[in-house]
């Protein structure tokens, strides 16, 4: 089948022609991705996400590339995990600047069961605003992806992060299938996946293209595919790593576009050490997703007001989401915080 047939979603990809896209004429590359991007998507809309760090620093994991392991310092303020109104007035000013969609993570290992309460009503809370609600708290077991998917979560971020060749040269504390076992839970619960990668961590092509085969070969495509491009923090073992190729950059988002055709591709962390030219050549490959906000859990993010900019000379539109009519959000907004408010729930548990 040519690739920019669009007629059957495939997940029988193969190292060999996954590897012959990447090695593509960097043109060729981009109108084939181009064209299958245009197949399925209006090319000039772009789905708008803000993150939130609801619970910062001091995780277990041994994960090279993050700020927030407790195996290094970074010299990252460690929090507890935010109060429930505190996260639905950050969601408030993510909906005020235009985000339709509000993902919280956690630097836990899993959540534990005195926190999923908390968590629960978070999700309850941001869906009653008319907002997308993502959550990314690390490993979930059957009962809890039952419980997010009961609450409303309409996607959970589950990064497979690289290849699982390389995967124990970036993290020994947690192992890949137990990642693939949290995304089978939230599939069989009926939630949305988001799941990608880093890229800019010391890897091979052949780990690129074995990581989006991963993705690429599950029973169902992830629905969001974030690719970051490493933020390189000061004390993590990666502080110092060698900077990707922009074009290699690039050919990972359009064969990521290849592959998951109907995904939303998302040009994820990263956005601020890369130039306007970068990024429109991004959307061309077929980003289509971005992160928006100053801030992305523990970094810096590029200023709203650039990104608005950016759009405006690109021609972009931020994507919409099915909408309930104002006053009924206003509505929803302002129960949910009463109800916060009044709530019990109001976290204590130190981290
Ligand atoms: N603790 C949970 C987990 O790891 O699944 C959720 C939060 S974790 C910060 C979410 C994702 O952020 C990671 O899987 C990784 O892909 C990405 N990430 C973390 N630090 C990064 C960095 N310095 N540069 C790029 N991406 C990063
Ligand atoms: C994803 O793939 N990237 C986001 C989100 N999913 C959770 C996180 C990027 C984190 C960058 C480092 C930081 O800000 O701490
Ligand atoms: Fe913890 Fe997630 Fe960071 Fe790994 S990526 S150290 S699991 S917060």
Not at 31 to 52: E, G
Not at 183 to 195: N, Q
Not at 284 to 294: E, H, L, P
Request: charged share 20%; net charge negative.
């Amino acid at each position: 089948m040519s690739a920019s047939t669009p007629a059957t979603l495939r997940h029988d990809w193969s190292l060999a022609e996954v590897r012959a896209l990447f090695l593509q004429p960097f043109n060729d590359l981009l109108f084939q991705a181009q064209t299958v991007h245009r197949t399925h998507f209006d090319a000039n809309r772009v789905q708008v996400s803000t993150l939130l760090s609801i619970k910062t620093g001091a995780c277990p994991e041994d994960c090279k590339y993050c700020p927030q392991s407790g195996h290094y310092n970074s010299g990252l303020e460690k929090e507890k995990l935010m109060e429930v109104h505190k996260v639905l007035e950050e969601a408030v000013r993510a909906k005020a600047i235009g985000s339709t969609r509000f993902c919280m993570g956690a630097a836990w290992k899993h959540p534990s069961a005195k926190d999923m309460p908390y968590i629960l009503q978070m999700v309850k809370g941001v869906k009653a605003m008319g907002l997308e609600t993502c959550m990314t708290i690390g490993r979930l077991d059957w009962d809890q992806a039952k419980a997010l998917a009961q609450a409303g979560l309409d996607y959970y971020n589950h990064n497979l992060d690289t290849s699982p060749q390389f995967y124990g040269s970036i993290i020994t504390t947690r192992t890949y299938s137990e990642r693939l076992q949290t995304l089978a839970y939230v599939r069989d619960a009926g939630m949305k996946i988001c799941s990608g990668g880093i890229l800019g961590m010391g890897e091979s092509l052949d780990d690129r293209a074995n990581l989006l085969i991963q993705l690429a070969n599950l029973p169902e495509h992830p629905e969001s595919v974030p690719i970051n491009m490493l933020v390189k923090v000061a004390g993590t073992p990666l502080g110092n790593a060698k900077d990707t190729d922009p074009f290699d950059f690039i050919r990972m988002l359009a064969v990521t576009r290849i592959l998951m055709q109907q995904s939303h591709v998302r040009l994820s962390a990263g956005r601020e050490a890369m130039n306007e030219q970068m990024q429109a050549l991004a959307f061309f490959a077929g980003a289509n997703s971005i992160f928006y906000g100053d801030k992305l859990l523990t970094t810096t993010n590029p200023q709203i007001n650039q990104d608005i900019q950016l759009f405006a000379r690109l021609g972009i539109l931020p994507e919409e989401r099915e909408e309930h009519p104002d006053e009924v959000h206003q509505a929803a907004i302002e129960q949910a915080l009463v109800e916060q408010k009044s709530s019990a729930l109001f976290y204590s548990a130190v981290i």
